[in-house]
């Protein structure tokens, strides 16, 4: 079943502004990802937080986690049109060993209007 | 250098025919995935391999098949294709001790008509 839900589905804002993306799971994790899709091209990795976490900071992308709401969001600061992409949240268990499982939200569209 | 590449990019093809999508990564990971992405970017787990052992089999039709032919190669081969399989087929590969993070190919868009 799918796991992750993020909102809003699709932002546009004007470069130089901040954009934040939130994404709800259901169930328990051991971490969660954030990725980036340019439209036509493959997922890119952004940023991975633990469970034991609440924040994490990667250049200009923060990354928050509330385990107790079962929620994360990702703030990119001062935007730029480069960041015009689908942004995806992956929750990540781990299915034995080495080996997680990812389950994808659906994704918002994030629109960065030079 | 590309790190994780598929072939083909694009392939169109009829309802009952059978085609092969093939993976490769150079990056010496020990995990290779395949994912569905449909047309509302719904991305989907299908398979996963961890040195040439399937891992992850989620509920997939049996015309489909992964198969290993080594750690660094994950193919993805459909029988009898049908209209709902149309979508983005994405290989991804990931290392052991880091957490799961994986690494994507650019995608293989298959169109059945």
């Known amino acids: 079943s799918q796991q992750g839900e993020e909102d809003p589905q699709a932002l546009s804002i004007q470069e130089g502004e901040n954009a934040t993306m939130n994404c709800s799971y259901k169930?328990?994790?051991?971490?969660l990802q954030w990725y980036r899709q340019n439209s036509g091209r493959g997922l890119v990795h952004l940023i991975l937080?633990?469970?034991?976490?609440r924040e994490k900071h990667s250049g200009r992308l923060r990354v928050t986690l509330d385990t107790s709401k079962k929620s994360s969001s990702l703030l990119i600061t001062a935007s730029r049109a480069a960041d015009t992409a689908s942004y995806f949240c992956?929750?990540?268990?781990?299915?034995?060993?080495?080996?997680?499982?990812?389950?994808f939200g659906k994704g918002t569209l994030l629109t960065v209007n030079p | 250098d590309t790190a994780v590449s598929q072939t083909p990019k694009y392939l169109v093809t009829q309802m009952g025919n059978d085609k092969s999508i093939k993976c490769e990564q150079n990056?010496?990971?020990?995990?290779m995935y395949w994912y569905k992405q449909d047309s509302k970017k719904f991305l989907k787990i299908m398979f996963s391999?961890?040195?040439?052992?399937?891992?992850i089999n989620e509920t997939v039709p049996n015309r489909f098949s992964p198969k290993s032919p080594d750690k660094a190669h994950l193919n993805l081969h459909i029988n009898s294709l049908e209209l709902g399989d149309s979508a983005v087929y994405f290989c991804?590969?990931?290392?052991?001790?880091?957490?799961?993070?994986?690494?994507f190919g650019p995608g293989t868009r298959l169109t059945v008509l």
């Open positions: 992956a929750t990540a268990l781990n299915s034995g060993g080495s080996n997680y499982k990812l389950t």
């Open positions: 937080i633990r469970s034991n976490e």
């Open positions: 391999y961890n040195n040439k052992e399937l891992i």
């Open positions: 990056l010496g990971h020990d995990t």
């Open positions: 991804a590969s990931s290392q052991e001790g880091r957490r799961g993070t994986q690494y």
């Open positions: 169930t328990s994790i051991n971490n």
